[in-house]
């Protein structure tokens, strides 16, 4: 029943910036975190950046920290992630994903520490 909506992926050129929205439903989970993975062609899917529900901390993947930003809107259940300065490397298919617990520093990185995907929205940047 829980479904994770995402959307605002596109072609943007390198240093340019995009949007990502990721809408959650279904749920009442009072504890957990919602976090952004990708995925590049012939590449493991990898940790982008998390933020837990409860009071907001975040944390991020050392390749976007500076350019990427992860927030939430408890109103309407969406998290987003802006993206500036991208660059061709970014290139991928970005997921959004639900994990029940508890946010902790260092935690909510790993593929397995999530509990719900969505269907992911592709983020081309040309050069």
């Known amino acids: 029943q829980v479904q994770l909506v995402e959307s605002g992926g596109g072609l943007v050129q390198a240093g340019g910036s995009l949007r990502l929205s990721c809408v959650a439903s279904?749920?009442?989970?009072?504890?957990?975190?919602m976090g952004w993975f990708r995925q590049a062609p012939g590449k493991e899917r990898e940790f982008v950046a998390t933020?837990?529900?409860?009071?907001?901390?975040?944390d991020y993947a050392d390749s976007v920290k500076g350019r990427f930003t992860i927030s939430r809107d408890n109103a309407k259940n969406t998290v987003y992630l802006q993206m500036n300065s991208l660059k061709p490397e970014d290139t991928a298919v970005y997921y959004c994903a639900l994990g029940i617990g508890s946010y902790s520093s260092g935690y909510f990185k790993e593929r397995r520490e999530y509990d719900y995907w969505g269907q992911g929205t592709q983020v081309t940047v040309s050069s």
């Open positions: 279904g749920h009442t989970f009072s504890r957990y975190a």
């Open positions: 933020i837990s529900w409860s009071d907001g901390a975040t």
